[in-house]
């Protein structure tokens, strides 16, 4: 199966700036990239989409490559409220289409 | 709040058992997502169910079954439970099939074998 890479956690402080960055290898030629923000014992929250080039939404901005095998979610100015786990999703040719889900990024953020 | 409901939001049983979990999408959306997160694996998917018909299906064990209704309220039953099936199961819904779709989830029924 295809997989999508991740760092497994991160630390930042607040008022920083802070770029996760996803590899797909084998994403879909007609797939999105979306990106998903989960707090303790709750669902995954949706943050932003993209296909190409550069989205931005008014909490985060996501750039995707031309060869489309990896993503950044940039987060600016983070808060301590920003701690979470972040991960992308995308589809997977090889498997017919199934969701894979990166093992997610632990984000810390340091006052 | 997202408008995905899951009931029961907690669930005790015994090795052998055989549960089911609920899920009520957000209104107008016809496509539900069934999640398993456990602490070694991260959060898999399951399955996927469109407007009554099952659209995908990830690594759902065999003792594991689900289906949509005419409602749209879907139902994921696990059998013969096992201690390994301890996790949270989320459900989640989008308005229509197709993968670009987000996804909005509930929070989980933790289902806790003893």
């Known amino acids: 199966l295809a997989k999508t890479t991740q760092p497994i956690s991160m630390d930042s402080y607040e008022g920083q700036e802070v770029n996760i960055t996803c590899s797909h290898n084998n994403i879909a030629t007609n797939d999105y990239i979306t990106w998903y923000q989960q707090f303790p014992s709750q669902g995954p929250r949706f943050i932003i989409q993209g296909y190409k080039t550069k989205v931005t939404n008014e909490v985060a901005s996501l750039f995707i490559p031309a060869d489309r095998k990896s993503s950044t979610l940039s987060l600016p100015r983070v808060s301590l409220s920003d701690t979470a786990v972040y991960y992308c999703?995308?589809?997977?040719?090889?498997?017919?289409?199934?969701?894979?889900w990166g093992a997610g990024t632990k984000l810390i953020i340091k006052p | 709040d997202s408008g995905v409901t899951q009931t029961p939001k907690h669930l005790i049983t015994a090795t052998g058992q055989r549960v089911t979990l609920r899920c009520s999408p957000r209104?107008?959306?016809?496509?539900v997502y069934w999640y398993q997160q456990s602490l070694d694996q991260g959060l898999q998917f399951l399955i996927q169910?469109?407007?009554?018909?099952?659209?995908a299906k990830g690594n759902i064990l065999e003792r594991f079954s689900a289906q949509q209704f005419p409602d749209l309220h879907s139902e994921l039953n696990l059998s013969s439970l096992e201690l390994g099936d301890s996790a949270l199961y989320f459900c989640?819904?989008?308005?229509?099939?197709?993968?670009?779709?987000?996804?909005?989830f509930g929070d989980g029924t933790r289902l806790s074998i003893l």
């Open positions: 209104s107008g959306d016809l496509s």
């Open positions: 989640a819904s989008s308005p229509r099939g197709d993968y670009g779709q987000p996804q909005h």
């Open positions: 169910y469109y407007n009554g018909e099952e659209r």
């Open positions: 999703l995308v589809g997977d040719r090889d498997s017919n289409y199934q969701l894979i």
